[in-house]
């Protein structure tokens, strides 16, 4: 085995099994792709469908699907109908206007359901999308979704700022886990709060600390991205 099968396998053992991961693939090609899943690997993240998302899905045949996908990248409406035919889960849906666009495609590609998770715009960037923080808007956007039957919310993303230091990320983490568990009282025919997705490869363990139970990991399997 390579060595990004070894640091997978590595960082497999370091966490609780509690706590997914999802290898976040962006830019790797597909060889190393397939070789984090032959290193074990169950969910791939990718941040843009297509070209890059879709041609690694193809290239890796029969390897793709011993996987599940899940899109971490910003979904445009023109993309939705091919991120369809290769994620299982969607993370970021950011809008109670993408969600509708997505509800709309769901089974003209064939499915009748597809999970997804509300994006939160943790640091109320501007330059991100996302729900911003805030218990009231985010049970209404939920209590909309509700009338889209092909939507199954299953629950929240954040990326929270970027810093060099992952303790200044906490309060970001800290939040998101609050609305998180506030949320578990509203009760809808398609919404759970099952997964909180916080954490990359320098916050992962504060993320953790702070009630995260799936992380998204790059650079420390794959090493630092060049492009
Ligand atoms: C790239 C990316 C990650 C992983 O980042 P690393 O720093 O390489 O671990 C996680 N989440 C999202 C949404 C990403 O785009």
Redesign the pocket.
């Known amino acids: 085995m390579g060595k990004i099968g070894d640091n997978y396998k590595r960082l497999r053992e370091s966490i609780h099994l509690d706590i997914s991961i999802v290898v976040?693939s962006?830019t790797r090609t597909y060889n190393e792709v397939g070789e984090v899943i032959e290193a074990g690997a169950t969910l791939i993240?990718e941040?843009y469908v297509y070209p890059e998302a879709l041609n690694k899905y193809q290239l890796l045949g029969e390897k793709a699907e011993r996987v599940r996908w899940h899109l971490?990248?910003p979904l445009q409406k023109n993309k939705i109908n091919k991120a369809l035919l290769i994620f299982d889960l969607i993370q970021t849906v950011g809008s109670l206007h993408i969600a509708r666009e997505i509800d709309k495609r769901v089974e003209r590609a064939g499915k009748s359901i597809i999970p997804v998770l509300l994006e939160i715009n943790s640091g109320r960037e501007e330059s991100k999308s996302g729900f911003l923080p805030d218990l009231s808007i985010i049970k209404e956007a939920i209590l909309e979704i509700e009338e889209l039957r092909n939507i199954m919310i299953k629950g929240l993303m954040t990326?929270g700022p970027m810093y060099g230091n992952p303790e200044n990320a906490r309060p970001y983490f800290k939040i998101t886990r609050e609305i998180f568990e506030r949320l578990k009282e509203v009760e809808t025919k398609n919404s759970m709060m099952e997964i909180l997705s916080m954490g990359?490869?320098?916050s992962y363990k504060v993320a953790i600390e702070e009630g995260s139970n799936m992380v998204?990991?790059?650079?420390?399997i794959f090493g630092e991205?060049i492009k």
Do not use: E
Not at 216 to 220: A, D, F, N, Q, Y
């Open positions: 976040a962006k993240g941040n971490i990248g990326m990359m490869s320098n998204r990991i790059g650079s420390l991205r």
